[in-house]
């Protein structure tokens, strides 16, 4: 299997004796199991060469699966090919250019401030007018991660690449084959279909990150260490608990002090300010899924409502009826048939 991933700073080595397995893994699936996406969309997009068009910086998930011909991707000085059956994924929504591949200066690629996003009719893009015979075709998709501040989605890399020759069978190898056959060969419900077959593949991309890649210092290194683990795996699944500084390092098996430098260290934030963001992450979860302010502020450990509002808005930016009334849905399918 081959992930591409773009330079990062030097990984924190894993824990001595702390491999992702057992009791390891079971803390990266238990992560997985918390973590979604909302209002997906996508077009099928073809280009006609020559073709280039930039994507501007979003707050969303970006996606490209390539069907047919081959295109670039560039991104912050870098750039990924994709051969038909490569999937290309932008976690944090930066700018970046799909294109043919041949040279041009930035002032030469269009933005596209607004792509279309309507399944059943095709985008099409070229730099001549469309004149010249369709060269490449792909799926671009965007999404909202849920929730949007947990950890996992900020401790991804700017870009995950997923080669078709990855010589492995994964979570990723038959829905990209069904989503290629899906827009080849469009059938009744095909839009539905194609939407969630690219969100089993996002997930199945940042399981396989979580498996093969080196971890970045943070989150992810801290839950596979075999001290700190079990306590931020139990406060991120119970963060309302009346959670103490004693009570995380019992966890671990260490003393108040030793827990807190180790924490800050592997982690890198100390365990009062990793509680309030499992808090935030909670929150946010319960109020989108239609929860009253009184009850999140209860359920995540604030003993009002006040005092979970005032910790609500410093950490987010907005308050709490705000992220309430933004509540994800899916985009609802297309009710007419597909082509």
Request: glycine letters at 10%.
């Amino acid at each position: 299997m081959r992930y591409t991933l773009p330079d990062m700073e030097a990984p924190v080595p894993k824990p001595e004796g702390a491999p992702i397995v057992g009791s390891a893994s079971e803390r990266l699936g238990a992560a997985l199991n918390v973590i979604g996406l909302s209002k997906s969309v996508y077009l099928r997009a073809t280009f006609a060469g020559p073709w280039a068009m930039r994507i501007p910086r979003r707050g969303h998930l970006s996606y490209h699966f390539m069907v047919r011909g081959s295109g670039v991707v560039r991104m912050g000085g870098r750039c990924w090919t994709l051969q038909a059956g490569d999937f290309l994924m932008v976690p944090h929504g930066q700018e970046h250019e799909l294109t043919d591949g041949a040279p041009r200066q930035a002032s030469e690629v269009p933005v596209v401030d607004d792509l279309p996003w309507q399944p059943l009719t095709p985008f099409s893009a070229s730099l001549n007018d469309g004149l010249l015979t369709s060269s490449a075709a792909m799926v671009c998709g965007k999404a909202t991660c849920e929730p949007p501040q947990h950890p996992l989605w900020r401790a991804l890399p700017d870009v995950l690449h997923v080669s078709k020759d990855h010589g492995a069978r994964d979570l990723t190898t038959l829905p990209l084959e069904l989503m290629r056959q899906e827009i080849e060969r469009p059938a009744l419900g095909g839009a539905a279909v194609v939407r969630r077959l690219a969100e089993v593949v996002v997930l199945g991309t940042v399981r396989g990150w979580l498996e093969h890649a080196e971890l970045p210092a943070g989150w992810l290194t801290g839950l596979v260490d075999p001290l700190l683990g079990p306590a931020l795996l139990e406060i991120s699944r119970e963060p309302g608990k009346p959670w103490t500084l004693d009570g995380m390092a019992k966890l671990a098996g260490m003393s108040r002090s030793r827990f807190a430098e180790r924490f800050s260290t592997i982690v890198g934030q100390t365990p009062s300010r990793y509680l309030l963001e499992a808090r935030v992450v909670q929150a946010r979860r319960l109020l989108r899924a239609g929860h009253s302010v009184s009850e999140v502020a209860w359920a995540v450990g604030y003993a009002s409502e006040a005092s979970f509002g005032r910790a609500y808005k410093r950490h987010t930016g907005e308050s709490p009826g705000q992220s309430r009334d933004a509540q994800p849905a899916y985009v609802a399918a297309a009710t007419t048939r597909d082509p």
